[in-house]
């Protein structure tokens, strides 16, 4: 039950194009949701956050969309760029917990 | 602020070796976490520390593993003996202050037994 369940493995995308990532909990009692961005050789680093009490929020181009009833959230990326070529990592959380659970990584490879 | 500082970035050793990871969280930081992540598994949380005390070290694999925190800034894993399948990367991350959502990741070190 405390699975976050990630996907797809790998992604690739033309320049411009929009990226999606999707996830799916099962455990209710999350109520934070971080993305984590990846690039090679390095640590995961904080991309964007979610609670359930908004449905989509947006920085940039990125945006999460979340849908409390399905038990999903999910990454966009518009306008793609190569410099986004990493492993994107959803993750969950509940107040008190502090371990986050993370999804499995999704390689995405934005073509030039 | 340099973030997190693991050492070595890289660790070669032999099957049945001693490995020994260090860790420094980021300055004021008083949770700290010990990640590995393979291709296999991705990223698992092996122990955490909050004020330098372990918490949680359900997700250390066996008792071939080991972990300290003798100070605020300072972290050790450890693997004794090691074994080809404890090849991976191993993160070390920390958070201002227990409970806080965002973890800060260091560069990790990619240890490889043979």
């Known amino acids: 039950q405390q699975q976050v369940k990630q996907s797809p493995q790998s992604l690739i995308v033309q320049k411009g194009g929009i990226s999606i990532i999707n996830c799916a909990y099962e455990?209710?009692?999350?109520?934070?949701f971080p993305w984590y961005q990846q690039f090679p050789g390095k640590g995961p680093a904080l991309l964007i956050a979610?609670?359930?009490?908004?449905s989509e929020k947006k920085e940039g181009r990125f945006t999460i969309s979340f849908n409390k009833s399905a038990k999903q959230f999910s990454l966009h990326i518009m306008d793609s760029q190569p410099g986004d070529s990493a492993t994107y990592f959803c993750?969950?959380?509940?107040?008190?917990?502090?371990?986050?659970?993370f999804g499995t990584g999704t390689r995405l490879l934005v073509s030039p | 602020d340099a973030g997190v500082i693991q050492s070595p970035r890289h660790e070669v050793t032999e099957m049945g070796q001693e490995v020994t990871l260090r860790c420094k969280p980021i300055s004021g930081h008083n949770s700290l976490f010990w990640y590995r992540q393979t291709m296999m598994r991705g990223l698992e949380l092996l122990i955490y520390f909050n004020n330098n005390v372990p918490i949680d070290d359900s997700g250390m694999p066996e008792d071939r593993f080991s972990a300290k925190m003798p100070n605020a800034s300072f972290s050790t894993l450890k693997i004794q003996p090691s074994e080809p399948r404890d090849s991976a990367v191993y993160f070390c991350a920390s958070s201002l202050r227990a409970g806080d959502t965002e973890a800060f990741f260091g560069q990790g070190t990619r240890l490889t037994v043979v």
């Open positions: 455990n209710t009692a999350f109520d934070y």
């Open positions: 993750a969950a959380t509940y107040t008190g917990f502090q371990k986050l659970v």
């Open positions: 979610i609670r359930p009490d908004v």
